[in-house]
Structure formats: C-alpha cells, structure tokens
C-alpha cells in the first residue's frame, strides 16, 4: 500500500502548486483547439515531452465544443467545461466560469473552442516560460515551456493556411509549432482528437478521430503515420 507522507500531502493541497511538483509534473506542451464550419467537426492536436498526453489534455464533444487543458493542468476543465458549452454558454463564458472557481488558475492553461467556433484561451501568470497564445478565426494555439512566441504564432499560421478536413489543419499546426523550437524539453507524446456527429465507427457514436502516441522520439511523426492509416481505412 503507498503511504504518502502528511507534508506532501499539505504540500499538494496548496491553492497554487509550486512550480517544482515532485508527485505530478506541468503538463508543459503545445496544442490546438479547432472548429471546421463546413462539416461542423471540433477538435485538438496536442505534442508535449510528457507521458501519454493524449489522456490529460485533449476534451470534446460534437455539436458542444473542445477543450485542451494544459500546464499544471485540472482536467475537470475537461468535462466541467463541456457540460457549461452545452448548457449555452459562449467559449468565453465557459472559461471565465472554469478559471473564477479554480483556486490554482495561476498555475493553468487552456484553450476553448465552442460549436459556433468561436474561441477564448487562458495562460495564468504562474505558468513556466515561455507560455502564451495566439488565437484566429475557429482556432487558438497555447503552449508552455516553449521556445517562445513564435511556436504558436507557426501553428496558427500552418492552420489558416492548410487545405483538407480540420485533422489536416491541426496536425500542420503541431509540425509548424514544432519546427520553431516546440517544448523545450523535447518531445515524448502526442494526441489527435476530432469529433463529428456521427462519425465514429459504424455511426455508433461521434470519435470520428482518436489516435495517440504515447511514447516516442518523433511522436509527431508516428502520429501522422497512424493518422494516414485512418485516413486510408476509414476516409468516407
């Protein structure tokens, strides 16, 4: 049985972590949130030097939003913020709501895009250098711990410029971003998810797209070579 000592304990309770978290490291990436207006998907593409990534930051739901929550990331974000999507409320209502209840929203990043594409991020000021966004129309791109500003800046260019579905334009975004510098700390995993209604696996449900890399040393890459086998296998 693990016994965790009472200090670490005290120590994890705090309102706002230290930036040195001996338990539960930042989730310090880069990652996009995206909206296609045509074919009403929604989706996120998230790169980070971090264990299996794809199963902390990455959220969404079709006809309601998709959320990526990052950094010392509270991955109540994630549902909580959906089920606010779905009872009406814009992007930014919902991350006002999600950051105004968080007592360690110092220490959190994320990034917002409702089923009307429109879009709100939030980088709160305890979060590791270099840490920002930079959003467009149906997009925001965040990242922490990067080489600066000019990854998100390449990934929000790579996605108003690339033609294709909203997996194309999103999995662009994590190459430009990575080509400018990405996560400091190098690269370990990454994750694709893309939801449409419908459009899971024999209309059962709509995760049109869920893959993820959890361990590599080119995770970007090895997430395109799965991404093109889907594509192959079930593009419709």
């Not at 895009?113 to 590791?128: I, K, L, M, P, R």
């Not at 690339?162 to 334009?169: F, V």
Request: one cysteine or more; hydrophobic letters at 40%; proline letters at 5%.
């Amino acid at each position: 049985m693990l016994v965790i000592p009472l200090s670490l304990l005290l120590h994890l309770s705090e309102p706002n972590p230290p930036i040195e978290n001996p338990v539960f490291p930042p989730v310090a990436t880069f990652s996009i949130v995206g909206y296609d207006p045509e074919t009403g998907q929604l989706g996120i593409a998230v790169q980070s030097k971090f264990f299996a990534v794809g199963g902390v930051v990455p959220w969404a739901e079709a006809g309601v939003g998709a959320i990526a929550t990052q950094s010392w990331a509270n991955t109540t974000y994630g549902p909580n913020g959906l089920k606010l999507l779905k009872s009406g409320r814009s992007a930014e209502q919902t991350l006002e709501r999600l950051i105004a209840d968080d007592p360690g929203r110092a220490t959190r990043q994320v990034g917002i895009v409702d089923a009307e594409g429109n879009v709100a991020t939030y980088t709160g000021d305890a979060c590791n250098e270099w840490a920002g966004a930079v959003s467009g129309r149906h997009y925001t791109a965040q990242g922490n711990i990067l080489a600066g500003e000019a990854v998100v800046k390449a990934m929000g260019e790579a996605f108003e410029e690339t033609d294709g579905e909203l997996a194309d334009k999103l999995m662009a975004a994590l190459f430009a971003g990575q080509e400018k510098g990405g996560d400091t700390r190098g690269q370990q995993s990454a994750a694709l998810l893309v939801v449409q209604e419908g459009r899971g696996y024999g209309g059962f449900n709509d995760r049109y797209i869920d893959l993820r890399v959890d361990d590599a040393e080119k995770p970007i890459e090895e997430l395109q070579r799965l991404f093109d086998i889907h594509k192959t296998l079930f593009a419709r």
